[in-house]
């Protein structure tokens, strides 16, 4: 499947690049790197910044796929206002749910028969699910008016743009907390301790959760030794 | 072979005994055996089958689990069910709880949030809110994990299922439980015998003991799960419960779990097999123990029946009873040989016994019979009622021909004889009796009616046996006296006829006959004079005053005075009356006791010398000494002691010797009478004149006394002849220096005619009889000798 990872990269990169022509010129972009305690780096964290000078975005279409049986991207951090797209590139059927406050919804999708995308106005976390397929889970931020979001590459990097003053950088992953909306939000003093460079960070975070075996569900009987031939 | 001091048992005792014992051993041995294995085996069997047990349970509990955890995640992917626990709906969630667990006959429905605080639960003793207080169990689903396990929850034990709740993120644990109670726990098991208890630990652990069991009721369960995990002990004591259940803890549940699984195991099944083996084996043993006692009471009943009836027979042989053997059963071939010896030894005995009895009445040498065997075989010849003829023989000069010709021709001699006795004698009946006498028995014919017939009869016998005899080299005659009675005129029996042919030849042998025949009262003097030897033996040995000494005054002529008296004894018998010294004397001369006698005489002669002393008696005592006497040396040491004790002098006493002792041996009576004369004896030759001595040898002998016999003297007076030979005795004896005493004086004529011619004494009647010695001192008190010259 490299070839079909490969064609979600160029995705993510068009839509990078799309958001980078509609922001203001005179923003600065921060490289901000997130990492564990050990220093492994998350990928598929939200790095949330909150600067002054804060220009509304154009709303846009996202895309949130449905590849092997997976969503994808894992995490896709939208603009509140901004309307997500759900295809089907499997050939079997999803039906794509969320229980959330900030985006209720469910859509039966069929493979080939895109249905019309859904608007995420409130800002805050969405969980998708499937309800055929339980191991699907994904996330879509919808990123507060004020703030801009990217979601870090697998090597824990996350390139963001702002213009102004940094007041502050929310840090948000699915294993941060077993609650699905908490974040971590660190200040401007706060931040200095994470300081790399002039527009970079290094934000080290403590997840909660343990990182999910791709294994699925398996079972831990009582059994004892004595079951385990 | 040993002997115990007691005494064994018999054999069918110990046959018995070791049949029993090896019967019972055996069973035993095999019993041991069977316990052990069988203990081994059932051991084994036991614990594959708990392994099996455990094997088998396990899987069904999985199988059931599995169908829990179907069931459980059919619920949480419930896009409704998801959607009323995002939204918090709580009556939703229940009644679909409610719904769902009934669709899966659960018996318990839970679902709590991710810190295991209850939402909601069919159970109403988990109240909303209520903490789920099973923090691992949680914690497990809240990794991701399903949770599988028993769990109690209220008073009842669950087997329960939590699985996360994810919408998708997981944010709630759901779980269903099916109570575990008996009948569920048969349900997954197989094997009637093995049993499952679950239990919130052992009985008396906690106070609240929560048990589900299998077993029938909770006596067995406690019983079940407090035995050892396995079978201890086939053996159990009488009265003693046998153990019922093995039992041990299944690692089925997590290890932090408060519930705990017991498997059991019901051992019934094993101990009626074990016990119906072990009784089965001890039936066997009791029947081969009965067929062994049967045949070895047989085999022994075999073996010492003819044991019992040669016991018998040897009874039988002890008493002398050989009676016959044929009928002892050959049982065996020991009993055989056994029969075989004692059989042998019953032939044997008889001919030992026959060879005994030979011996015992035959004589070795010439195979005569002896003198019991004699009187036997004449007892039997008697019974004919035919006269015969008992001879007695006996060998004249057998010891010259030992001395001189040698024992062993002389044994030839005697067998020789035999031979001819043997052929000569009524039906062989013949007998050696000593070294040299014969008897043997001859027909009489009813023409030998005369005793010269009969004579002559035992004179050609005599003849025939005289005849000269071939022995090696030499040429023997032999001469016989010969005795001979018949039977039945001379004799009543046998041993009558015995003992008078005895008589019949002692006097041939000492009247030096040839042939002499029984004469009747021959045999009754024999008797007497065995009798009268027997009492004076007795009388002479109790010294019981029958004897007495009388003593006879001897007169001196010439003096007029009593200065001698001769001792004689006398023998008054309480029976037999007096019994004169001629008789008893000479017999007791002939048979040697003759010494015992006249030291008897000595004894009293010199204790009444004392005696006579000591009341002024003033006498010379003589004492009458045989040949014998002279030369026993007892009595010399014994007068010697008798003067001394009595404190007398050699002279005091006077030794009379017979004229014929004195002649027999004339050199050694010389020494004698030297010898008694040198140690101052009186001596005095008695009796003389009727032994024809040479008066050469007379006088030699150193007496001082001659006595003249009173066959010279009785008659003196009236016959011439005996006139002249006692005047020429006196006047040889006056010259030879002897003075001349003359007894038998019984008148005055004689003793006038023996003063007139120089006699120096007389004794006899006329003078004085003989006396005690009390009759004698007082006779001497009251002597006269006027009366006699008057």
């Known amino acids: 499947m490299p070839e079909r990872q490969a064609v979600r990269r160029i995705q993510s990169s068009v839509v990078a690049l799309l958001s980078l022509f509609c922001a203001d010129s005179f923003a600065e972009s921060y490289q901000i790197r997130v990492t564990d305690m050990t220093g492994q780096p998350l990928p598929d964290a939200v790095v949330a910044l909150n600067t002054s000078g804060y220009s509304s975005p154009a709303k846009t279409i996202r895309i949130m796929d449905q590849i092997d049986r997976q969503f994808s991207p894992h995490v896709l951090a939208v603009n509140a206002g901004d309307l997500v797209s759900f295809p089907n590139s499997d050939n079997i059927r999803h039906h794509v749910y969320s229980f959330s406050e900030a985006k209720a919804f469910e859509i039966k999708l069929y493979a080939d028969r895109p249905e019309s995308p859904i608007d995420f106005l409130r800002p805050g976390i969405v969980v998708l699910g499937c309800n055929i397929h339980d191991d699907m889970v994904g996330y879509i931020y919808v990123t507060p008016e004020g703030q801009s979001a990217a979601v870090t590459d697998k090597n824990g990097y996350a390139s963001v743009s702002g213009a102004g003053e940094l007041k502050s950088v929310s840090i948000w992953h699915e294993r941060l907390s077993l609650m699905e909306s908490e974040q971590t939000t660190l200040g401007a003093e706060a931040l200095e301790n994470y300081r790399s460079g002039d527009y970079s960070f290094l934000i080290t975070v403590d997840p909660e959760v343990p990182p999910r075996e791709p294994a699925g569900d398996h079972v831990h009987h009582g059994f004892g030794n004595s079951m385990r031939r | ?26 069973s035993g041995a095999v019993l041991l055996l069977v316990l052990f294995s069988s203990g081994s085996a059932i051991r ?16 069904a509990v999985y199988a059931r689990r599995q169908q829990l955890i179907s069931n459980a995640s059919l619920l949480v992917s419930d896009f409704g069910f998801k959607q009323a626990v995002a939204t918090h709906d709580s009556n939703t969630i229940l009644s679909m709880l409610e719904n769902h667990g009934e669709r899966v006959n659960a018996d318990l429905m839970v679902i709590t ?17 209520r903490q789920f207080d099973y923090p691992n169990a949680i914690a497990q689903v809240r990794n991701g994990e399903i949770f599988a396990d028993f769990l109690i929850v209220g008073n009842a034990i669950y087997h329960m299922i939590l699985v996360p709740v994810r919408t998708p993120r997981l944010s709630a644990v759901a779980g269903i439980g099916m109570q575990v109670d008996s009948d569920s726990i048969r349900e997954w098991l197989s094997d009637p015998n093995i049993h499952i208890t679950f239990a919130n630990g052992m009985p008396g652990e906690s106070s609240n003991w929560i048990v589900e069991s299998s077993l029938p009721d909770l006596n067995s369960v406690v019983e079940a799960i407090r035995s050892p ?41 094993y101990f009626e097999s074990y016990e119906s083996i072990r009784n089965q084996i001890l039936a066997t043993a009791l029947v081969i123990l009965f067929v062994a006692v049967i045949g070895s009471y047989m085999i022994s009943r075999r073996l010492t029946h003819p044991l019992i009836i040669l016991t018998g027979k040897a009874r039988d042989i002890a008493r002398g009873v050989y009676s016959d053997m044929s009928e002892i059963p050959v049982t065996s071939s020991d009993i055989g040989s056994l029969t075989r010896a004692f059989k042998r030894m019953k032939v044997d005995l008889v001919e030992r016994e026959e060879r005994i009895s030979y011996q015992a009445t035959h004589d070795s040498l010439t195979d005569l019979l002896n003198r019991d065997a004699m009187i036997e075989a004449v007892s039997v010849q008697a019974r004919d009622d035919n006269p015969f003829i008992l001879l007695g023989l ?15 021709i002389g044994d030839e001699c005697l067998i020789a004889v035999a031979k001819r006795l043997r052929k000569l004698a009524l039906n062989g009946i013949a007998s050696r009796h000593s070294a040299d006498e014969f008897s043997l028995i001859l027909e009489i014919t009813e023409e030998q009616s005369t005793t010269a017939q009969r004579m002559l009869l035992c004179q050609r016998v005599l003849n025939e046996l005289s005849a000269p005899m071939q022995l090696d080299d030499i040429s023997l005659t032999v001469e016989y006296r ?15 006829l015995l003992r008078r042919g005895k008589v019949a030849l002692e006097h041939a042998i000492t009247t030096a006959a040839p042939l002499y025949y029984f004469r009747e009262g021959q045999d009754q003097v024999h008797l007497k004079k065995v009798k009268i030897l027997k009492y004076l033996k007795e009388t002479l040995q109790n010294d019981d005053d029958q004897l007495q000494m009388y003593y006879q005054p001897k007169y001196n002529l010439r003096t007029g005075e009593i200065e001698k008296a001769e001792a004689l004894i006398r023998w008054f018998h309480p029976d037999e009356g007096f019994i004169p010294p001629d008789m008893f004397i000479e ?73 014929r002792d004195m002649m027999t041996d004339v050199d050694k009576s010389l020494d004698l009478l030297n010898y008694y004369r040198s140690r101052g004896f009186k001596l005095s030759i008695d009796d003389y004149g009727v032994g024809y001595s040479a008066l050469s040898k007379l006088a030699m002998m150193p007496v001082h006394e001659l006595k003249i016999d009173k066959c010279f003297i009785l008659r003196l007076a009236s ?52 006396m005690s010695r009390d009759a004698l001192s007082h006779w001497l008190g009251e002597f006269n000798s006027d009366r006699l010259l008057g």
């Open chain 2, 1 to 26: 072979m040993s002997c115990s001091r007691t005494a064994p048992f018999s054999l069918r005792a110990q046959l018995l005994t070791f049949t029993a014992a090896l019967v019972m051993l055996s």
């Open chain 2, 44 to 59: 084994e069997t036991v614990n594959q089958e708990m392994r099996d047990g455990v094997e088998n349970f396990t899987s």
């Open chain 2, 113 to 129: 949030d991710l810190d295991g605080r209850i939402i909601s639960a069919t159970e109403p003793r988990l109240p909303e809110g």
């Open chain 2, 229 to 269: 995990n396995n079978l201890v002990s086939l053996i159990r004591l009488p009265f003693q419960r046998s153990q019922k259940y093995s039992s041990r803890e299944v690692d089925l549940v997590s290890r932090d779990n408060s519930v705990k699984v017991f498997m059991s195991e019901d051992l019934a099944t």
């Open chain 2, 394 to 408: 006996n060998l004249v000069g057998f010891k010259t021909i030992n001395d001189t010709l040698g024992m062993e």
């Open chain 2, 482 to 496: 010969a005795g001979f009675i018949v039977y039945p005129d001379q004799a009543d029996s046998p041993g009558q």
């Open chain 2, 587 to 659: 017999l007791a001369e002939q048979t040697g006791m003759i010494g015992l006698v006249t030291s008897w005489v000595i004894g009293r002669v010199l204790d009444d010398q004392r005696a006579l002393k000591d009341a002024g008696i003033s006498l010379q005592l003589s004492i009458n000494m045989s040949a014998q006497d002279l030369s026993n040396d007892n009595l010399r040491v014994l007068i010697d002691q008798k003067l001394i004790e009595n404190n007398l002098n050699a002279t005091d006493i006077c030794l009379e010797v017979t004229e």
């Open chain 2, 719 to 770: 016959r011439a002849d005996d006139q002249i030979i006692v005047r020429s005795t006196i006047s040889m004896a006056h010259e030879l220096g002897l003075s001349v005493i003359a007894e038998g004086v019984e008148d005055r004529e004689s003793l006038d005619f023996l003063s007139d011619l120089g006699c120096d004494y007389i004794q006899g009647y006329f003078i004085a009889k003989p």
